[in-house]
């Protein structure tokens, strides 16, 4: 597992961390540990067990769903926080799907709409990023996609 961090020395208020993360089951756990750790440092808000909670989905998807390892990135600006996670598959997941889940999941995106992110993909040849957009100074509620 490999870490970079930065915080703002000057406005606007950006700050970021980028971890690379194995393709194991301890992966949501690391990613979790280090988000929650990177945030209650950076912007200690009352977000932050959403924001681990939309981590802790997200890396577990890559895990779940792809074959090697996944990059998380967490970037704070302007009062809102962009949780990305990056893998190397190019299927996409089902962002539209308003099931109750199934064998196959179907459960993570509807908890990150209820926790008001939202959610935007980004596919790429050799992969794709998933970003979910959670503003930091608002309560829960849900919120379209981008």
């Known amino acids: 597992m490999s870490t970079t961090m930065s915080l703002p ?6 700050a970021r961390c980028a971890v690379a993360l194995p393709h194991s089951r ?4 690391l990613a979790r540990q280090v988000s929650e750790s990177w ?5 200690p808000v009352d977000r932050v067990p959403d ?3 939309v981590v802790s989905e997200l890396v577990t998807n890559a895990v779940r769903h792809t074959c090697g390892p996944c990059m998380l990135t967490l970037t704070v600006r ?3 926080l962009d949780i990305a996670v990056a893998d190397h598959s190019e299927e996409l997941p089902e962002l539209h799907r308003r099931s109750d889940g199934d064998e196959r999941g179907g ?3 509807g908890v990150i709409r209820g ?13 794709k990023t998933v970003h979910v957009l959670l503003d930091l100074g608002s309560a829960r ?3 379209p996609e981008l």
């Open 78 to 80: 302007d009062g809102r």
């Open 107 to 109: 459960f993570g995106m």
């Open 39 to 43: 945030l209650k440092a950076t912007d």
């Open 51 to 53: 924001a681990v909670l």
């Open 141 to 143: 509620g849900p919120s």
């Open 26 to 29: 301890r992966a949501p756990s």
């Open 115 to 127: 926790l008001g992110g939202q959610i935007r993909l980004v596919p790429a040849i050799g992969g």
């Open 9 to 14: 020395t000057a406005p606007p208020t950006t």
